[in-house]
Nanobody
């Protein structure tokens, strides 16, 4: 079992920056692919960014490429999402998800989820 705890959401204005954190416990962190998703009201959960296990690749959704940066600190068992140049359309609940050695970016593939953190961006 993997426990994920997100933090760092909140209110921002367009153009601002926020950093989300997700602390994991219960598995060897380096074995975990860590992925951020988000879900806006009335929309499906969508992939944002992933950092794959064991020094694997990093990928981003086109909507956030160049603005968001995912990183991981294996010593702290934590993954981060640095969000710059925020836009109102970034408003959503952001979820951290994890699974061992997973390559997929489909939400249904992940067994472990955090509780979500709200990000609201005003214009």
């Amino acid at each position: 079992q993997v426990r994920l705890v997100e933090s760092g959401g909140g209110l921002a204005q367009a153009g601002d920056s926020l950093r989300l954190s997700c602390a994991a416990s219960g598995r060897t962190f380096s074995r975990l692919t860590m992925t951020w998703f988000r879900q806006a009201p009335g929309k499906e959960r969508e992939f944002i960014a992933t950092t794959r296990a064991a020094g694997g690749s990093i990928s981003y959704a086109d909507a956030v490429k160049g603005r968001f940066t995912i990183s991981r600190d294996n010593a702290k068992n934590t993954v981060y999402l640095q969000m710059n140049s925020l836009k109102p359309e970034d408003t959503a609940v952001y979820y951290c998800a994890a699974d061992e050695y997973l390559l997929s970016i489909q939400p249904g593939a992940y067994r472990y989820w955090g509780q979500g953190t709200q990000v609201t961006v005003s214009s």
